[in-house]
C-alpha cells in the first residue's frame, strides 16, 4: 500500500465533519515535524487552523486545503460506512476521498519526497488547513490570512487542493472564482384576513414585479474568464400556515456569483435601486462571502501546466467555474493562486470516491510542481 493511500485512509477515518477536526491537524502536524516545519496553531472559536511552515525565506510556496467534509447524509445510503475507507474496482470511498482529503494525503507525500531528495531547496514550503471550509468559514482561512498579513508574512504561490479535475485527472484546473454576495431582503407588508384585501397589504403581492426584475436584470455581460454575473433565489418564506391570512411580511434570501466586471458596491447600489423603484418597505441585509479572483499568468500557472503535461501527458484548461474556494481570501494579498485536485465527480455525494491511480499520479504531480518551482 502507497504512502498516499495510507495516509488518506488514515484521514478519512477521522469523521471531520465541520468544524470538528477530530484529530487530522494533529496527525499531519506530528508527521510533517520530522521534516522540519514549524507548527503554529491559530484557532479561531470552534474552528482549527494550522499554519505548517520550512524556511524563511523566499519565495513561499503554499499547499491550502480543509480537514473538514459535509456530513454524510443517511448513512443506510452507503455501500459502505461513510467513514470506513473501502477499496472497491480501483476506487477508494469515503467521506472526503475527493473532496479534499486525497488532496492533503497528495500533497504531504509529495512534500516528503520531494524535500528527501531535495533538503536545500530554495524558498520555504508551508502547509495551511483549516476545518472550516465547507461552512461560513467566518473563523478559517480568513482569519489566519489576517494574522499573516499583519506580520508581514507574504505568500509567493498558493495551490488548493479543491478538486478541479473533471474527466480525467489534471484536466482542468481552476485559475479563478466567481465572488459571492449574499442577500437577505425581508419586505414589510400589513397582515389581514384574505376577505377583506383593502384592509391589509400583501407583501407578495407587492415584491412579485421587484423580483422579476431582479431575476431579469442583465448585471453584465461576463469576459474572457467569467460568465456573466448572476442572481439567484435560494429561500423566499411567508404566511402564517393558515389559508385566511394575508402575511405581515415576507423574507427572501437571494446570490449572486458575479465577475470582476461588477464590485460589490455596485451590485448593492443597482439592487436597492430596483427595490426602490416598487415603493415597498423593506430591510436588506447582505454578507460578502468572497470577492472574484483571477490568476492569468505567472510562474505558478506555468509550472503546474508544465508538471500536468509531464505527468500525465494532458493539456489542461484554464477554468474559473464553480462555486467558492478558500483561494478567495488569499488572491487579494497579491499571491498567485489556482486550484487542482481529483476528479469532482462524486463530491458532496453518497459513496464519494477517488480512483486509486488519481491520488498516486496527483501526488506525482505536486512533487513535480514544487521542483519546477523551487530547484534553482
Known sequence: MSESLKLLETLIRLPSVTPDDAGCQHLLTTRLHKLGFNAEQMDFADTQNIW????QQSPLFVFLGHTDVVPSGPITD???PPFEPQIRNGKLYGRGAADMK???????TAVERFITEHPQHKGSIAIM?????EGIASNGIVKVIDVLTQRQEKIDWCLVGEPSSKTVLGDVIRVGRRGSLCAKLTVFGIQGHVAYPELAENPIHR?????????????????????PTRLQVSNIAAGTGAEN????????QFNLRFSTELNESTIKSRTEAILNHYGFKYDLQWRLSGQPFLTTQGELLEATHAAIKTICGVDTVNDTGGGTSDGRFIAPTGTQVIELGPINASIHKIDENI????????SDIYEQILRNLLIA
Not at 505548517?52 to 524556511?55: A, I, K, T, V
Not at 488547513?129 to 471550509?133: G, K, N
Not at 391570512?245 to 427572501?252: A, Y
Open 102 to 108: 486525497g488532496s492533503i494525503a497528495a500533497f504531504i
Open 78 to 80: 452507503w455501500e459502505s
Open 52 to 55: 505548517l511552515r520550512r524556511g
Open 355 to 362: 480512483a486509486l491511480a488519481d491520488l498516486e499520479t496527483l
Open 207 to 227: 415584491f412579485a414585479p421587484a423580483l422579476k426584475a431582479l431575476t431579469d436584470e442583465i448585471w453584465d455581460y461576463g469576459n474572457a474568464f467569467f460568465p
Open 245 to 252: 391570512i394575508i402575511p405581515g411580511q415576507l423574507e427572501v
Open 129 to 133: 488547513l483549516t476545518s472550516d471550509e
